[in-house]
């Protein structure tokens, strides 16, 4: 089937503005991930989604950042008043369960680039 | 605090020769251990995974690695690369906690660049 999709593949924006990033997980994968790569670093955590379950948002690095998801489904990052260190490319991956040993599948990412 | 640590940030070889890329982490109970590989241009997959049992995994394409649990390690390893290899390379570590929450963590990132 299908592999995990992000739009759009490539997002400019200005300083203070708003972006919305959007993933649509593998069909029937219950868990959904949003991590974020910056150059020359790994892949830092942002929230995860689980089913039902309140998401784990551990990982947002502030108040400007939020994520959805929608029927269990499609998920939208969104980051308010962008800032400069907000470029990055931000990857999002689903698992079929909720399972520690669980291979993520990873989207192909969006790339932010903040001006 | 739960680390992994990938030493190399990039790893430049000739073409048929063996590498390592190494990886460490942060000593913990219960771990599971994944290798994933980002090819230029494209996202991140799948390399292998140790989950339980013989401590050595292999890949299709004849990447392998070994945990080794007194040491904390989890280093991959090819005896011969090609140019295909060419790729970004990142170990990840479920840290499984007693009450069986868990954290995946990623390392840096080893860049392998194979060379003619």
């Known amino acids: 089937g299908a592999g995990v999709s992000q739009s759009p593949s490539n997002k400019v924006t200005e300083k203070g503005k708003d972006v919305e990033l959007r993933c649509d997980p593998i069909s029937g994968h219950t868990a959904l991930y949003w991590y974020r790569q910056s150059l020359g670093q790994g892949l830092e955590f942002l929230i995860y989604?689980?089913?039902?379950?309140?998401?784990?948002k551990s990982g947002l690095p502030s108040d400007r950042f939020s994520a959805e998801r929608t029927g269990g489904s499609v998920s939208t990052l969104t980051i308010q008043r962008t800032q400069q260190e907000d470029s990055a490319v931000y990857l999002c991956?689903?698992?079929?369960?909720?399972?520690?040993?669980?291979?993520?599948?990873f989207g192909p990412g969006t790339r932010l680039t903040v001006l | 605090a739960q680390s992994v640590t990938q030493l190399d940030s990039q790893v430049p070889v000739f073409e048929e020769a063996p590498v390592e890329l190494r990886c460490n982490y942060s000593?913990?109970?219960?771990?599971?251990l994944f290798w994933y590989v980002q090819y230029p241009n494209q996202g991140l997959q799948l390399l292998l995974k140790?989950?339980?049992?013989?401590?050595l995994v292999e890949s299709i394409n004849g990447f392998e690695a070994e945990f080794n649990k007194s040491q904390t390690s989890f280093h991959l390893r090819k005896p011969s690369v090609h140019i295909s290899d060419t790729a970004e390379y990142f170990c990840a570590v479920t840290f499984v906690g007693r009450d069986s929450s868990y954290k995946l963590i990623f390392g840096s990132g080893t860049r392998l660049l194979v060379r003619p």
């Open positions: 991956a689903s698992s079929l369960k909720d399972r520690a040993a669980d291979t993520q599948y």
């Open positions: 140790y989950l339980s049992g013989s401590t």
């Open positions: 000593s913990s109970v219960s771990v599971y």
């Open positions: 989604f689980q089913g039902n379950s309140a998401p784990d």
